[in-house]
């Protein structure tokens, strides 16, 4: 455990398992109080993991962890995350980590209306609602850290013949929508620029076989496509104390622990054995 985050305020999107709540345990094991949210307060139908479990797992590092059980679909559910996260820290949020995310795979050619603005309720204009509401507090403060979570989806195939991967066209309408949330990064960071706030993504450079991931391409996956989650979670955590300078980059884990120089540490902050 360490004191890089210590007396900092931290929400944390989609963190009732995976990538969000192990990013949320490594920031409470770093000092920060932490506001957990997503739609599952207690046990999943089909997934393991529930903000009530990954509250109970950041309790042992003594800081404040509070959570809002809310859907993202939904604008006017969202619209009271930042409030009420910033109510029970007992101040502004200075960190927001938009994690969640919505992964529905299909082919475009008949995919539904429905799944489409699904994904992009929760992938697109979520993450973007959330800063927007954080903002007016950072901005005030002179600091601030937005961190949304891409994928290499978003990158397009070159072709014909296209190399779709493992995963095929199915990935497409997904990662259109992390390739709108990655423009959407880069415009909000011009935007604001200037002001302290910073506004990057990051997206692994492999697959992190969280609960849902591995639910979903675990079985298709070689262990050279299969990234740690101690490696993602160091990868976004330098983009959560960075420089004024480094914002809106669209970057890639493995890359930053490079860049920065970091060490991987486990999700407790300890050196790994």
Same mark, same amino acid.
């Given at each position: 455990m360490?004191?890089r985050?210590?007396g900092?305020?931290?929400?944390?999107t989609?963190?009732?398992?995976?990538?969000?709540?192990?990013?949320?345990?490594?920031?409470?094991?770093?000092g920060?109080?932490v506001?957990?949210t997503?739609?599952t307060?207690e046990a999943h139908?089909?997934?393991a993991?529930?903000l009530?479990e990954?509250?109970?797992?950041?309790?042992q590092?003594g800081?404040?962890?509070?959570?809002v059980?809310?859907?993202?679909?939904?604008?006017?559910d969202?619209?009271?995350?930042?409030?009420?996260a910033?109510?029970a820290?007992?101040g502004?949020?200075?960190?927001l980590v938009n994690n969640?995310?919505?992964s529905i795979q299909?082919?475009?050619?008949g995919f539904?209306?429905?799944?489409r603005?699904?994904m992009?309720?929760v992938n697109?204009?979520?993450?973007?609602d959330?800063?927007?509401?954080?903002l007016p507090?950072?901005?005030?403060a002179?600091?601030?850290?937005?961190?949304?979570l891409s994928s290499?989806?978003a990158?397009?195939w070159?072709?014909?013949?296209?190399?779709?991967g493992?995963?095929?066209?199915?990935?497409?309408a997904?990662?259109?929508s992390?390739a709108?949330?990655?423009?959407?990064?880069?415009?909000? !960071? =011009?935007?604001v620029f *200037?002001?302290?706030v /910073?506004v990057?993504?990051? $997206? #692994?450079?492999? &697959?992190v076989l969280?609960e849902? !991931? =591995?639910?979903l391409? *675990?079985?298709?996956? /070689?262990?050279?496509?299969? $990234? #740690?989650m101690? &490696?993602?979670?160091?990868?976004t955590?330098?983009l959560c104390?960075?420089a004024?300078?480094?914002t809106g980059r669209i970057?890639?884990s493995?890359?930053?622990?490079?860049?920065?120089?970091?060490?991987?540490?486990?999700?407790?902050?300890?050196?790994?054995?």
């Amino acid at each position: 455990m360490g004191d890089r985050f210590r007396g900092r305020r931290a929400l944390v999107t989609g963190s009732s398992r995976g990538i969000g709540a192990a990013i949320a345990e490594r920031l409470a094991a770093e000092g920060a109080d932490v506001v957990l949210t997503a739609r599952t307060l207690e046990a999943h139908d089909h997934l393991a993991g529930s903000l009530t479990e990954t509250a109970e797992r950041l309790a042992q590092y003594g800081t404040r962890v509070a959570m809002v059980v809310a859907d993202l679909t939904d604008a006017s559910d969202r619209a009271r995350i930042v409030p009420e996260a910033a109510e029970a820290l007992g101040g502004p949020i200075e960190i927001l980590v938009n994690n969640a995310a919505a992964s529905i795979q299909a082919p475009l050619v008949g995919f539904p209306v429905k799944r489409r603005n699904i994904m992009f309720e929760v992938n697109v204009n979520a993450p973007l609602d959330l800063s927007l509401a954080a903002l007016p507090a950072m901005i005030e403060a002179g600091e601030g850290w937005i961190v949304n979570l891409s994928s290499g989806s978003a990158k397009h195939w070159d072709g014909p013949p296209f190399d779709v991967g493992p995963q095929g066209p199915r990935i497409a309408a997904y990662g259109a929508s992390k390739a709108a949330l990655n423009r959407i990064t880069n415009g909000l !960071a =011009a935007e604001v620029f *200037g002001t302290g706030v /910073r506004v990057n993504t990051v $997206e #692994p450079r492999a &697959a992190v076989l969280s609960e849902g !991931a =591995a639910a979903l391409v *675990g079985a298709t996956l /070689r262990p050279d496509q299969i $990234e #740690p989650m101690e &490696a993602m979670v160091e990868g976004t955590l330098v983009l959560c104390d960075c420089a004024p300078e480094v914002t809106g980059r669209i970057t890639v884990s493995l890359d930053n622990i490079v860049e920065w120089g970091v060490e991987v540490r486990g999700l407790d902050g300890e050196p790994l054995s």
